[in-house]
């Protein structure tokens, strides 16, 4: 038996109760660190070839291991900044060179430039969105992603390039003859009228009045002319007007159904000044014996309006809210995942970066794909529990005290054995 041997024994165990306690003290140190993961010290036995003779003690060996795929509980905040993940995922992040990294701390704010930041340095990731509302992604890499900036500052006018005018012509409307609306800039004869509110390109309302005129009636349909003028050509309010109809077409009511017969045009072409040409859909007008009336009205588009503030949906798309109350998607962040999360590697800032252990990177959307659903105005706390690591903090001091006995008794040992000597 080696007394040197017990002796290293002893110190194996003291380094490993050592780094137990550097483990215990970083989970309560950061046992309220928002979408911290504790790490822990797990123990392997070191065994030395054994002879005949006397025994040869080996030691044991720590290796650090990180509760990753652990989640914390979720606690719920009044910021709409706020992000957790409720399931598989981490957010995408990038520090202040680019360098891209996973993180379960959603705590972001607003930096002075306008970018999303978290308490770690990290900059939130997300895709753009473009006016259509579609992103561009990669499913097994970061590339397209941009630094999420929250900054808009300027105003923002929408031209409006969709509209919905759904409305009820009566069945008893007496036939005009002679000049209609679509044909004559000075008539006053018609069956009934109504106005809508558009936007041109720079956000200025234009009132665009339009005309049914009742043309025709046979035993089985009915033709009604459709005109739409702009209003600012008006005189007096209405007729006569000094520039021709924006557009005009003659829609065919089937009157056995009362709806638009087969051959009817459905919508109407409009190109209104300073603006895009777009058409006004009329697919669900009736013809009933009932008085006119607008069934259903609907035009996109915008005055030009500030934002006054920002904020997420649960799919995972930041919006930008205005002033006058419309949101325009500004970008839709995603959520990764590896194979292996515990295998992720630790870099400071409660940030993860992908190993060759943790296995290739895989992009998706909240609630796609095996990916966790996202948690609006909600942060994710440590997993560590004070009261296991307290726990554990007495029972590695007991260990760490016993190990030192061991290697005190040997350096006892050796000191009677070279007192033999003298």
């Known amino acids: 038996m080696s007394l040197f041997g017990v002796m290293r024994t002893g110190v194996s165990g003291m380094n490993a109760q050592s780094s137990k306690l550097g483990t215990v003290a970083d989970n309560i140190a950061n046992s309220s660190t928002t979408g911290y993961k504790r790490a822990a010290s797990e123990f392997s036995s070191q065994v030395l070839s054994q002879g005949s003779g006397s025994y040869n003690s080996g030691g044991v060996k720590a290796t650090t291991t990180y509760a990753i795929s652990e989640r914390g509980g979720l606690s719920y905040t009044t910021s709409s900044l706020d992000l957790a993940i409720d399931g598989n995922g981490f957010f995408v992040v990038s520090d202040i ?3 891209t990294a996973l993180t379960r701390a959603g705590h972001f704010v607003k930096d002075s430039a306008g970018y999303l930041v978290n308490t770690g340095g990290y900059y939130l990731q997300g895709y753009p969105v473009d006016d259509n509302g579609n992103v561009s992604t990669v499913a097994n890499g970061t590339g397209g992603m941009e630094v999420i900036n929250v ?70 349909d009915a033709d009604w002319e459709i005109s739409v003028y702009n209003s600012a050509d008006a005189t007096g309010g209405g007729f006569p007007y000094s520039s021709a109809a924006l557009s005009t077409d003659t829609f065919t009511f089937d009157k056995t159904t009362g709806d638009l017969a087969a051959a009817s045009p459905t919508s109407l072409n409009v190109a209104i000044p300073n603006g895009g040409t777009f058409d006004i859909d009329m697919s669900g007008m009736t013809y009933l014996n009932a008085d006119f009336s607008i069934t259903e009205v609907d035009t996109n588009g915008n ?47 409660n940030v993860f970066k992908v190993s060759n252990e943790s296995g290739d990177l895989a992009v998706g959307f909240a609630g796609e794909g095996g990916m966790g659903k996202l948690e609006v105005k909600a942060l994710e706390g440590s997993n560590a529990d004070l009261a296991t690591e307290l726990t554990s903090m007495i029972e590695s001091q007991r260990t760490y005290t016993a190990n030192s006995k061991v290697f005190q008794a040997g350096s006892d040992l050796l000191e009677t054995l070279v007192n033999m000597a003298r």
Do not use: C, H, M
């Open 97 to 99: 060179d680019g360098n």
């Open 151 to 220: 900054s808009q500052n300027r105003l923002e006018a929408k031209a409006t390039d969709q509209a919905l005018l759904w409305a009820n012509v009566p069945e008893d409307a007496t036939v005009v003859t002679g000049d209609t609306p679509g044909s004559n800039l000075a008539t006053s004869t018609y069956s009934a009228k109504t106005s809508v509110t558009v936007y041109d390109n720079l956000g200025n309302e234009l009132t665009l009045d339009v005309y049914y005129t009742k043309t025709g009636e046979t035993g089985t």
């Open 303 to 349: 005055a030009p309006s500030a934002v006054e503030s920002v904020e997420f949906d649960k799919d995972g798309t930041l919006y930008a809210v205005y002033a006058n109350g419309s949101r325009k998607a500004l970008y839709k962040i995603p959520i990764a995942d590896v194979p292996s999360p515990d295998k992720l590697t630790p870099v400071s800032g």
